[in-house]
């Protein structure tokens, strides 16, 4: 296993991390999803990534309970606030009230003294920026958060954070969690380089493009039974789920062979090939998806297969 440092900060986690979003919790059952975890952890993977509004904080109980017999201080443990957890109109955003409420019940749920990420979940733009920051900044002075960071935010959000926290001598966010993949890049452009000037490390979620860059889906008329795909989750691929686009994934499977290594862990490396990436979140229904993800950690592929890889995708990818 590889570890990065968060942008400038000097926590480090493992270069692919484990999430829970759509499945612990929820869609898979609580042994698998306990089993997920704990193979994860034994694989090195340092790095595990929830929130409270997945499956209104049963995901955080699941990822709490699967954690319970490590050391605490072996693993780094993230988890969000901002989309509702009630029907109060206090339930959601980024309000203190909501912030210090629900970083109380993340503690509970997760059974830990401490949350070493904190994130928000999106940008608020109902509550004052300053409110929100100076909220993130308590939470570190009172040792309930290590670091706080950010989901989906843009580069001139970023920036005003980190503007206003290093004015106020606050802590500043220390990272960011976008959606980043062979078929998403639409961070390349402002979001990483903004990242990378801030000092700040960038999580990425669905690094896989929902399951897509695995190679596992070749029509949209035939899709594993037990596949994302065949689920609500479907909703979810966006305009990726093609026959067009999977045509394209197919054409993958070559370039891994060269390189050694799967379809889906020559995506992961893709995204780890950028420097203002510290981690790619990957989500595991199976205790076999997470020891084929977690390979990729270790991979060193040549650029010509990063290149290949972009005169295939490209002509699809968002950015």
Not at 125 to 136: I, K, N, S, W, Y
Request: aromatic share 10%.
């Amino acid at each position: 296993m590889q570890y990065r440092q968060l942008g400038q900060w000097g926590v480090r986690v493992s270069t692919v991390g484990l999430g829970s979003w759509l499945t612990y919790g929820g869609t898979v059952g609580e042994e698998t999803a306990i089993a997920c975890i704990r193979r994860a952890y034994e694989l090195d993977v340092n790095f595990f990534d929830t929130a409270n509004a997945y499956h209104r904080g049963r995901a955080e109980e699941v990822m709490g309970e699967a954690l319970e017999p490590f050391d605490r201080s072996s693993y780094v443990l993230a988890t969000k606030v901002f989309f509702p957890m009630g029907e109060g109109p206090n339930d959601h955003g980024l309000s203190r009230k909501h912030i210090m409420e629900q970083c109380e019940a993340s503690l509970d749920r997760l059974d830990t003294d401490y949350i070493d990420l904190y994130q928000c979940h999106r940008y608020d733009d109902d509550v004052p920026l300053e409110e929100t920051c100076r909220a993130m900044d308590d939470l570190v002075r009172a040792g309930k958060i290590l670091y706080w960071g950010v989901s989906e935010w843009n580069a001139e959000q970023l920036a005003a954070a980190v503007e206003l926290c290093r004015e106020e001598t606050w802590a500043v966010p220390v990272s960011n969690q976008p959606q980043y993949s062979a078929l998403w890049r639409g961070i390349e452009a402002d979001v990483l380089p903004e990242c990378e000037e801030l000092g700040m490390g960038n999580v990425v979620w669905s690094p896989l493009a929902m399951g897509i860059l695995t190679g596992k889906y070749v029509s949209v008329d035939d899709v594993p039974e037990d596949s994302r795909a065949a689920t609500d989750g479907r909703m979810f691929m966006g305009n990726y789920f093609t026959n067009e686009v999977l045509a394209a994934v197919q054409e993958l499977r070559v370039v891994a062979e060269e390189a050694g290594c799967t379809v889906g862990q020559l995506s992961l490396a893709w995204c780890l090939r950028q420097p203002a990436v510290s981690s790619v979140i990957v989500g595991a229904t199976k205790v076999e998806h997470v020891e084929e993800n977690v390979r990729a950690a270790d991979l060193e592929l040549d650029a010509t297969a990063f290149d290949a890889v972009d005169n295939i995708l490209g002509p699809f990818a968002a950015s």
